[in-house]
């Protein structure tokens, strides 16, 4: 399925993915250049095509999606454009506003942003060894993974969206998708850049295995291995798990959460699945409040969501994000941006934002809905 729908941007897989992993990591360095070379003969790519950055746009490079390729590789001298093209992703910023208002699928999308962005390995340095937001959850092998059930919908989703324009990268999409959706869920306004370059073949995707586990052993020194790989400390731990105040858990996708609950059977979306929270396309913090009263049996506590209350120092956090929803909102939209952009390799290095200075500085306002329930 994803092989078919990232058919349009991306080269077929050239064998390495059926490798073990180490040996996969091996042809995948040798594979790039050939990669690049495969992608400038193919598309008709070549150097004297990509005129100089300043010649095409200030920020943009007309054959976007293909040229990241060639400025990286150091095949045009001089050439130099974003991944993505801004006032492009202002135009998909509504697209996916009005998806969300049609759909009411921010959870799912959330979620996905998570899962492109949290294979990144900080011990790592290359691109794209290394892991993060680099769009390698588009192809089927990574979709694949157990940890990523069901995130086929969310690329199902944003799939006419991503056809519709020329400049916009796999990875920015993703990222976009999910601040949009906390930020339209009511959650806070999240300080994002873009520009992340995506990567071009399944060879590329990370090894299974990255992301956390729901149900291990010992759930604070899980989280601690697998958030600390990422780069990310204990208050961070804290405030990113605070999106399960948003969405739901599937028992036929992750194997964890009942059927359906009062909360969840009447949908909106498909119905079903158990949700931390009562209002669970709201974001908030009635997570914390929630998973620390533990009265309701109709909603979820993950033995990964217990932990952040029993451990000490994750309690600390977990108790202020309880009762102080600013406090929470703050250090959740600071650790949401941080999350974005791990691993993910910019063009411009150094990003760039969409929103306009006076917008940013703007108050936050909650999102006319907020709930899919009258
Ligand atoms: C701390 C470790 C984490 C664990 C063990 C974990 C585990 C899970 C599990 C088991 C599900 C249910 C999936 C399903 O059955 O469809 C889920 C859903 C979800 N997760 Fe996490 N998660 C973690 C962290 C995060 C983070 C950091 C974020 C975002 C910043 C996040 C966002 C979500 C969202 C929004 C959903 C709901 C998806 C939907 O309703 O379709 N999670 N998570």
Redesign the pocket.
Known sequence: MAELLSSTTSLPCIGACFLPSASRKAVTRLALPLLANRRSSSHGLVAASLRPFSAVHPRFCQSAGRRSLSSSSGGAAGARCAASDPAQLKSVREDIRELLRTKFCH??L??LG?HDS?TYDKNIDEWPQRGGANGSLRYDIELKHAAN??LVNALKLLQPIKEKYTGLSYADLFQLASATSVEEAGGPKIPMKYGRVDVTGPEQCPEEGKL???GPPSPAEH?REVFYRMGLNDKE?VA??G??T?????PE??G??KPETKYTKDGPGAPG?QSWTVQWLKFDNSYFKDIKERKDEDLLV?P?DAVLFDDPAFKVYAEKYAEDQDAFFKDYAEA?AK?SNLGAKFDPPEGFSIDDEAKAAEPFKAAKYSSGKA
């Not at 948003?246 to 599937?250: F, H, Q």
């Open positions: 959870p799912i959330v979620r998570w949290g059930a069901g956390p586990a729901a989280l731990i990113l798990s999106a399960h948003l969405g739901r858990s599937r996708r992750s964890w959460g699945g993950l990964t949401h999350l």
